[in-house]
């Protein structure tokens, strides 16, 4: 009998003890975090932490000079001791935190999967520099918008995978992947700007081998100096162009006169093949006058019928025949010592016919 009163208080004082071990756990569970988010009478009386890695200070984060020291902390508190009930093995304990080898193979999936060159699933904006945080389940989001979801959702839970209970960490990933990208591009930009100055060099001083882009090169030379040439000339425009004019005039009387040297008396032969040469043409009017000219082998025959003294017949060795005074004349109204052709204007020996 006293055995069994001894086995029945037993019994009773275990009883006792399970249910205050219940008891305590159900109280502890419904002041967590998840229950906390979803009152709001709670949330307003919850104190701020002053552990800026415990609250996410994202003002701090984003100072200038802060992205220097990237360093990786997970940002979940310590794990409250265990219940009563916990210890006496009535409920599951929780799971352990995560060590850093496992942080390190979250992570190495994470990047596998491209997390952090995606943009966020919550605001799907890029990443960039703003903070972003890991989870355990290797999902990547900003770190604003994880405590957003969680404020107004109620509860802790991924918003990919629907995960519970995950653990977060600071990470930064997509930072340096935005520094990397943009210091891409300035130095794609720059080789750009390189490259079309070093071809812009090229096309102004290298000639072109294709006919229609050498003309163009040439003729832009050419401007360029018509256009220095003017901006660097004296200001009183008249009296430099008549210098201009006065050095172009000496220089064809230079030319003039060497020309005349050059050219030689023709000799006997070479009149004859002249006067062959002025047969052969078959033109008898004088080009000054326009009148008939008396014929090489009969230079009486146009006079004899006019009955008027015949005018000579000169033949320059440019094979053109006049009249004499009519080239006389042509000669003394040239201002030239020494006159051209009247019409292939070149420096001329004559011989009277």
Not at 8 to 31: E, P, Y
Not at 194 to 214: E, G
Request: with cysteine; proline share 5%.
């Amino acid at each position: 009998m006293a055995m069994r009163k001894g086995l029945k208080s037993k019994a009773s004082n275990k009883l006792v003890i399970t249910s205050v071990a219940f008891q305590d756990h159900i109280t502890r569970s419904l002041l967590q975090s998840d229950f906390s988010l979803s009152d709001p009478l709670l949330r307003c009386r919850r104190k701020p932490a002053t552990n800026p890695h415990a609250r996410g200070n994202v003002e701090g984060l984003q100072r200038p000079g802060d992205w220097r020291d990237e360093r990786e902390y997970v940002l979940d508190p310590a794990p409250p001791a265990l219940s009563l009930a916990q210890k006496m093995g009535l409920v599951a304990s929780p799971a352990e935190r995560l060590m850093e080898d496992e942080w390190m193979q979250v992570k190495a999936r994470s990047v596998h999967q491209g997390e952090s060159a995606q943009p966020c699933a919550i605001c799907r904006e890029e990443f960039r520099l703003q903070p972003q945080v890991l989870l355990s389940c290797s999902h990547v989001f900003h770190r604003a918008c994880l405590q957003a979801f969680e404020r107004f959702s109620g509860m802790k839970r991924c918003p990919m995978c629907r995960r519970r209970q995950y653990e977060t960490r600071v990470i930064h990933d997509a930072a340096q992947l935005f520094r990397h990208q943009s210091a891409t591009r300035i130095q794609a930009c720059w080789r750009g700007y390189v490259a079309r100055k070093w071809y812009k060099h090229m096309r102004k001083t290298i000639c072109p081998k294709d006919r229609r882009l050498r003309r163009k090169f040439f003729e832009a030379k050419l401007q360029e100096l018509n256009d220095s040439f003017v901006r660097y000339c004296h200001t009183d425009t008249e009296a430099f162009l008549s210098d201009i004019d006065r050095s172009l005039s000496s220089s064809r009387r230079v030319f003039q006169q060497l020309e005349r040297k050059s050219v030689s008396e023709p000799q006997d032969n070479d009149w004859d093949r002249i006067q062959s040469q002025v047969i052969q043409r078959d033109v008898w009017d004088c080009p000054i006058c326009l009148t008939a000219l008396c014929s090489l082998n009969l230079p009486t025959q146009a006079a004899t019928s006019n009955h008027q003294q015949p005018r000579r017949t000169v033949l320059l060795s440019c094979s053109h025949i006049f009249h004499q005074l009519c080239l006389e004349a042509f000669e003394s109204f040239t201002a030239n010592s020494r006159p051209s052709c009247p019409l292939c204007r070149s420096v001329y020996h004559k011989r009277l016919i």
